[in-house]
């Protein structure tokens, strides 16, 4: 159960696009197709923004989209907006009933 | 809407014990699978436990393994964490989550706070 890798900081202008990755094994992020996503503004809950590797829930902003390539999944993050600012998770079934999340990435709106 | 509203937390010595209590909410709560996930202070997520909608199996992280009990009551709608064996590592707002249905964690309690410290 060893965690996901994150960059630790992120950052993009106004309107431009940012992208986080998050690199596991192929006994996590590689095997499954269950990789998600989860924004955190300071003092507040995590929230769910992508769900098995691609999908929105309903109400997140189709400015966020994910991706996974082999053992890497990313978040892009689209024509960023102030209250993009957050820190950033992602999330990955590791097998058995388990699961593992990455250190985390605080992105910052220039 | 859905609600998740933990309880139970606060200050407990290094070896002590601690019981955290999720009442659910705003969803058919016998339907879902629930997770309990912590953050330590200034730290990142991590997930800790993990028990079937019908609760007669659970999973949990290596770190607690042994220390923690997931349970849950469907005729409370409530999820339990018994924390035992109490750690200074084991000091973080624990949250209770519920499963997406697509092993996603979709929605979240606000937390509570766990302490362990003499």
């Known amino acids: 159960q060893s965690a996901l890798t994150q960059p630790p900081s992120a950052s993009g202008s106004p309107g431009q696009s940012a992208t986080i990755s998050c690199t596991g094994t192929?006994?996590?992020?590689?095997?499954?197709?269950?990789v998600s996503w989860y924004q955190q503004h300071p003092g507040k809950a995590p929230k769910l923004m992508i769900y098995?590797?691609?999908k929105r829930p309903s109400g997140v902003p189709d400015r966020f989209s994910g991706s996974k390539s082999g053992n890497t999944a990313s978040l892009t993050v689209s024509g960023l907006q102030a209250e993009d600012e957050a820190d950033y998770y992602c999330?990955?079934?590791?097998?058995?009933?388990?699961?593992?999340f990455g250190g985390g990435t605080k992105l910052t709106v220039l | 809407q859905v609600q998740l509203v933990e309880s139970g937390g606060g200050v407990v010595q290094p070896g002590g014990s601690l019981r955290l209590s999720c009442a659910a909410s705003?969803?058919?709560?016998?339907?879902?699978?629930m997770h309990w996930v912590r953050q330590a202070p200034g730290k990142g997520l991590e997930w800790v436990a993990f028990?079937?909608?019908?609760?007669?199996?659970?999973y949990y992280a290596d770190s607690v393994k042994g220390r923690f009990t997931i349970s849950r009551d469907s005729s409370k709608d409530t999820v339990y964490l018994q924390m035992n064996s109490l750690r200074p590592e084991d000091t973080a707002i624990y949250y209770c989550?519920?499963?997406?249905?697509?092993?996603?964690?979709?929605?979240w309690g606000q937390g509570t706070l766990v302490t362990v410290s003499s």
């Open positions: 989550v519920k499963d997406s249905g697509a092993w996603a964690f979709d929605q």
């Open positions: 999330s990955s079934y590791a097998g058995n009933n388990t699961w593992v």
């Open positions: 098995e590797v691609t």
């Open positions: 705003g969803f058919t709560f016998s339907s879902y699978h």
């Open positions: 192929s006994s996590d992020v590689g095997g499954y197709n269950y």
């Open positions: 028990i079937l909608f019908y609760g007669s199996h659970e």
